[in-house]
């Protein structure tokens, strides 16, 4: 383990990287080498929003370790230096230790000895480790003992958002199935489809849908699912919610469009898929850049030339 990030974290190996740490120790030294340089900010954002050379992303667990790295030096940082996406409610994220409902209901007997045969504690702690790693039967359990099934974590989260997030597709059915809320709002204001358009998972993502989820849905900083999923380069998200009826060109609180975070980050497919349904390519961010500029100034040339056909035909 590396001294001075246990320094950084207060002290604690409760939250460490060790993932990051051993599956991906270039990145996890680099993080540590920009730990006071202004781009490290730069270098989180490409984490979190690129594809890593065609690839489809990062494991969700090594992608919260790098989110929570990201909100730990967002909430240490002065109060007046300029935030990215994701540092919404950054010093609420610092730790993840859930914080039980006033309501919570501690399960009887019984299910205390059915939970300890699963290894899970008879606490919401325990319900969020259920959600997050798939236990269908731990999580029957809790809501078999009417827990509060809306308990929130120092996030914000649920259960629910957990289960989105973590891609535990019979998880999320489960807590549907008895009327766990699609439409709560975590303390960034993203909602269960957020996470679920974030992580790529299509079948929690459509479950979610089909149980009245809000597909428009914004986020603290104006992001919808449809901009978490382009900008995680999620085609299959982003196919989900046009064909679910989504806003093409709702703008975030800097401008951006879903079309804009395509071409900007250079992911041709979602960018042809907008286009092909309709998306304005004339709409301006609030610095004044159009999809096709942002694309030429970074040097997207396929979504460019995308662009270039469009304006042809």
Known sequence: MNQRLIRILGGTTVNYPYAL????????????????????????????????????????????????????????????????????????FVSFTPHPATDWTVPDEH???ELQKLDILCTPEGFFEAAETGNRTAVALFIEAKTNIEVRDNRGWTPLMTASFHGRDEIVELLIKHDADVNALDRGGNSALHWAAFGGYAGCARQLIQNHARIDARNNFGWTPLMQATARNH?????????????????????????HKAAALGYSDIARLLLDQGAG??????????????????RQEAVAQLFRSVSDN
């Open 235 to 259: 085609l299959d998200i982003v196919a989900l919610l046009i064909d679910s009826g989504v806003n093409l060109d709702a703008a975030a609180d800097d401008g951006y469009t879903a079309l």
């Open 21 to 92: 740490e051993t599956r991906y120790p270039r990145i996890f030294e680099t993080i540590l080498s920009l730990w006071d340089d202004d781009e490290i900010d730069n270098y989180f954002m490409e984490l979190m929003v690129n594809d890593r050379d065609g690839r489809s992303g990062f494991p969700p667990d090594i992608a919260a370790e790098i989110m929570h790295l990201s909100l730990v030096h967002a909430a240490q940082e002065s109060p007046d230096k300029h935030k990215d996406i994701w540092d919404a409610g950054s010093d609420s």
């Open 111 to 113: 299910d205390k000895i």
């Open 281 to 298: 390519s004339k709409f301006k961010t609030s610095d004044g850049d159009t999809a096709e500029k942002l694309a030429i100034k970074n």
